[in-house]
């Protein structure tokens, strides 16, 4: 009868926590599969350890009000005796082990693949400052700055009056865009001028420090054009909430046009680069033209 | 015993009054007040940081503060939590229960006792003061990550000098309570018939000797290389910044640990009382918390990920992690059969009890999910860490610490708090805690990154969500103050056993316990303890 009792209540509430989880899952936002096999493994990885937990959670969370439910001094509950169980306790450390291992293992088949940098069509070095960042196309020899567009500058200051829903893209918006080309294996050289950032775009499936004196590696590969948005990640400062970073990948053949472009403007970029460093909008303004 | 002698003809002196007798003084119980209440003030300056800080980030724009003062506050508002409110909370509880629970007549080291305790107003005076100094409190986040930490005025000096002080408070108290566990046991108190609160303070203890001194190391290494010209971590001096996260995290992740191990001590004494059952498998309950000691010294770089380490290591520390998840699980799933088949009754420690359970582990769940390194190259530094450590550090330490702290107010004051409030200061805080921290879940997925004072309006909603469900926890934390002043002024008499199912030395002396309790040891067996484990 106790058993029948405990099965019946269970599945009740397994029912209703159930139902809350699912809820919470549908009200929410969740992370985005983003645009490279990168950050399409990521997502994958996050549903499956994000799953693996929540039928876990759902199955001590109803076992616990079950418990709560049933076993209250209220329903005239006892007090059984009992206080050890070795069968118990084996399967509830064996279980787990063997659950954690099938997480680890995709897990770090991903984690190899990411740390992968060989075979590079591209290299793009990024340099964080305070508080921007600059991206040189080593091959290319081109090379500009990259700060919080106007508009946004103008809406954050302190009672600016400018209401961000105003303003595209309020925060996520900079002056010279990091243009890429699809489908090309790219290798990101990350270090600092300053202090420790860290360049992140969600949709890329990874961030990484910007450390001053070390250069980091990673590497994508975005499989459809579009403006990806990212911010710095690493707190920098005063302004470390408003150094963005925009990606905008282009078909190959449009970026080597990019590319063609700019390099047609060499001797500019040139004098712009070696100009001594400055206030950020004087930079980028040198760098706009 | 000479300090038992000692106590025994302090009875017969006159007693300091006023300031002198909380200055002076060398009792147990005495100073654990001196620290809770300490920690309750704290718990109040900390929380009206997060009000502003939540106040700000009510929505896009900035309306109220400059960015540089948010990062004041942030920085402020985590080193007041977590060395003002959350580390004193539990050594006051430790101070006031275990020597009351293993059968004790004081602390080992009295004198300690106070200069430990004495220290904290001074640290935290001088902590606090660098807000009204004119290069400003700290802006680099609790973590103090150089370059960026170095670039600030000459009050990092006065911040480095109170962290000195809070570890050496720290390192002191852990002593005592050593010395006190290993030294002060009444007879038939063998290790294995200790309460589980005071196993897990004892390895907490072990743990703050391990890494108090090694957070020394890394600020005067800070400090030095602010005003000596030392190139510990800059790169241009041939140092590396990256060191100082290793040093930093080789604290830091013990450091989490030490707030959290006592909090299962306190839940493993009140889940048994209030099931009216003894605790489910103690013994494996005590080798768990030794090994997830054990792990917490070779994780710190789960903290750090994204630096750039070599393949070897990021799976290394991504292994070592997960493992945690098997001693925690086998806690969780401990407690969750001690209250099988028991006789429950649900009063407020209950109620937080059952509450620290759920919200505890979803933040252990989160926690997995960010041990899973390339996933946590997505969460790390994000709204999603934010809110996976405030469900193990607020639903988790802090529930655990007024689940504590309403388990033995009867004991301390001799009153009853009034349990209709404290049924609505849990509910109003369960209910908002939730509201404030579920929804930084979805802000981190979305892509917000944490310590960011103004931010893109598709995260405005959520972020209103969570104010409102910010400025709702903090009002009811002044509930939680009313509480505690109203039980101690008057209420109830609590008898000595103040729960019907409670176990344990503590409930054999007089509510409210007298000045000096176990003058003359106990004798104790199994009949009295809280805990059995047939095995044992």
Redesign the interface.
């Known amino acids: 009868m106790n058993r029948t009792n405990e099965l019946i209540v269970g599945l009740a509430v397994v029912a209703v926590v159930t139902v809350i989880t699912w809820g919470?899952f549908a009200v929410?936002?969740?992370?985005?599969p983003g645009v490279t096999p990168?950050s399409r493994?990521?997502y994958q990885?996050?549903m499956i350890?994000?799953g693996i937990?929540t039928v876990?959670?759902i199955l001590?969370?109803g076992?616990?009000f079950t418990?709560?439910y049933l076993?209250?001094?209220?329903r005239g509950?006892?007090?059984?005796?009992?206080?050890?169980?070795t069968k118990?306790?084996i399967i509830?450390?064996v279980i787990?082990?063997l659950i954690?291992v099938s997480?680890?293992v995709p897990?770090?088949r991903?984690?190899?693949d990411?740390?992968d940098t060989s075979g590079a069509e591209l290299d793009i070095k990024v340099t964080g400052y305070q508080w921007l960042w600059q991206y040189e196309y080593l091959d290319e020899g081109i090379s500009f700055y990259s700060a919080l567009d106007r508009d946004s500058n103008a809406?954050?200051?302190?009672?600016?009056g400018?209401?961000?829903?105003e303003v595209d893209?309020?925060?996520?918006e900079v002056d010279n865009r990091l243009i890429v080309p699809t489908n090309t294996r790219i290798r990101f050289l990350l270090t600092s001028a300053?202090?420790?950032h860290?360049w992140?775009v969600?949709a890329l499936?990874?961030?990484?420090?910007a450390?001053?004196?070390?250069v980091?590696?990673a590497w994508t590969l975005i499989e459809e054009p579009g403006v990806y948005r990212?911010?710095?990640?690493?707190?920098?400062?005063?302004?470390?909430?408003?150094m963005p970073v925009v990606v905008e990948a282009v078909p190959p053949e449009e970026f080597r046009a990019w590319v063609a472009n700019r390099k047609s403007d060499r001797t500019a970029e040139v004098t712009a680069t070696s100009a001594p460093a400055g206030d950020a909008d004087v930079r980028s303004t040198v760098m706009n033209r | 015993m000479t300090d038992t002698t000692l106590h025994t003809d302090e009875h017969h002196h006159a007693r300091p009054k006023g300031l002198a007798r909380w200055l002076f003084t060398t009792n147990h119980k005495e100073i654990g007040t001196l620290y809770l209440v300490f920690s309750l003030m704290m718990f109040i300056v900390g929380g009206a940081m997060a009000m502003i800080i939540r106040a700000e980030l009510f929505q896009?724009?900035?309306?109220l503060?400059?960015?540089?003062f948010f990062?004041q506050m942030t920085t402020m508002h985590a080193l007041v939590m977590i060395f003002g409110a959350v580390m004193p909370a539990f050594v006051g509880l430790a101070n006031w229960m275990v020597p009351m629970m293993i059968g004790g007549p004081d602390m080992a080291l009295p004198r300690m006792n106070n200069w430990s305790f004495w220290l904290l107003p001074f640290a935290f005076v001088i902590l606090l003061s660098t807000l009204f100094m004119p290069s400003g409190a700290p802006?680099?986040?609790w973590t103090l990550?150089p370059?960026?930490s170095l670039?600030g005025g000459n009050s990092f000096a006065f911040v480095i000098f109170a962290i000195h002080l809070m570890g050496i408070s720290s390192i002191m108290g852990a002593i005592n309570i050593i010395a006190t566990i290993l030294n002060l046991r009444a007879p038939g108190m063998t290790l294995l018939r200790m309460p589980l609160f005071v196993w897990t303070w004892l390895i907490t203890a072990f743990l703050l000797i391990a890494v108090m001194p090694v957070l020394a190391g890394a600020v005067t290494m800070l400090l030095t290389d602010r005003y000596f010209d030392t190139s510990f971590f800059n790169?241009?001096g041939g140092g590396?910044?990256?060191m100082y996260q290793h040093i930093f995290w080789f604290f830091g992740h013990p450091e989490v640990y030490i707030m959290i191990l006592p909090a299962f001590g306190i839940i493993s004494e009140i889940i048994p009382t209030f099931?009216?059952?003894?605790?489910?498998?103690?013994t494996?309950m005590v080798y768990a918390t030794a090994s997830i000691a054990f792990l917490s010294f070779i994780v710190w770089a789960h903290h750090m990920f994204?630096?750039?380490m070599p393949?070897g290591g990021?799976?290394f520390f991504?292994?070592a992690t997960?493992?945690i998840?098997?001693p925690t699980?086998?806690k969780?799933?401990n407690w969750?059969?001690t209250?099988?088949?028991?006789?429950?009754?649900?009063e407020t420690p209950m109620l937080f009890a059952?509450a620290f359970?759920?919200l505890f582990?979803?933040g252990g769940?989160s926690g997995?999910?960010l041990a899973?390194?390339?996933?946590d190259?997505?969460y790390?530094?994000?709204y999603f860490v934010v809110a996976h450590f405030h469900y193990v550090l607020v639903t988790g330490a802090v529930f655990a610490i007024m689940a504590g702290a309403y388990y033995w107010l009867p004991k301390w004051t001799g009153h009853m708090y009034d349990e209709r409030l404290g049924k609505i200061h849990f509910w109003w805080s369960t209910i908002a805690v939730n509201v404030l921290f579920?929804?930084q879940?979805?802000?981190g997925?979305?892509?917000m990154?944490?310590?960011?004072?103004?931010?893109?309006?598709q995260f405005a909603d959520?972020n209103m969500v969570s104010s409102i469900g910010g400025f709702a926890f903090g009002l009811a934390q002044l509930l939680f103050a009313w509480i505690v002043i109203k039980c101690v002024r008057g209420g109830e008499q609590a008898p000595a056993r103040v729960w019907e199912?409670a176990r344990g030395l503590e409930w054999t002396v007089p509510s409210p316990a007298p000045l000096h309790t176990f003058d003359e040891p106990p004798q104790v067996d199994d009949s009295v303890t809280a805990?059995?484990?047939?095995?044992a």
């Open positions: 919470l929410g936002d969740n992370m985005a990168f493994d990521v990885l996050h350890v994000l937990v876990i959670g001590v969370f076992a616990m418990s709560i076993h209250r001094k209220s509950a006892e007090a059984a005796g009992f206080t050890h169980s118990a306790e509830w450390t787990p082990i954690l997480m680890a897990a770090t991903v984690l190899i990411m740390e809406a954050r200051q302190v009672k600016s400018i209401s961000p829903t893209n309020y925060l996520l300053d202090v420790i860290s992140w969600p499936g990874w961030k990484r420090d450390i001053p004196g070390m980091n590696e990212g911010q710095c990640a690493e707190l920098c400062g005063k302004d470390h909430g408003f | 896009p724009g900035l309306q503060v400059d960015p540089e990062n802006a680099s986040g990550y370059p960026l670039q790169a241009a590396d910044p990256v099931a009216r059952k003894r605790l489910f498998g103690y494996s994204t630096v750039g393949l990021e799976l991504m292994y997960m493992v998840a098997v699980g086998i969780v799933f969750i059969s209250m099988w088949r028991g006789s429950m009754t649900f059952i359970v759920v582990t979803i769940f997995l999910m899973i390194v390339p996933a190259f997505q790390h530094d994000t579920f929804p879940h979805y802000l997925l979305a892509g990154p944490r310590r960011i004072p103004d931010y893109s309006v959520w199912g805990h059995k484990d047939q095995l």
